[in-house]
């Protein structure tokens, strides 16, 4: 992550919703929802999850630089790789 309260932090990304331009990603932005009881004798309870983020706020991590970067397009016999645009290894 780029931004925000999660910034420096690595996760998965779990889902992508283009049409709003934003990505849900594994123990990024977990805000708290509180459960009331729908059954009698049952208690309510709090569920961490996950709220999605604007893509802009995201990078893609190369392992081999360390940290978040730029990617670029690669095509070699009509196959197309991402590649990391400082030290051009495959992502």
Known sequence: MLTGSD????????????SEEKILVEGI??????????????????????HPVHVSNA??????????VRSKVKITKDKKTRVCAKCSKEL
């Open 7 to 18: 910034k420096g932090k690595k996760g998965k990304v779990l889902r992508a919703i283009p």
């Open 29 to 50: 932005n977990v805000k708290n929802k509180r459960q009331k009881p729908r059954k009698q004798g049952e208690k309510g309870q709090t569920i961490a999850m996950p």
């Open 59 to 68: 990078a893609l991590f190369c392992s081999a630089c360390g940290k978040g």
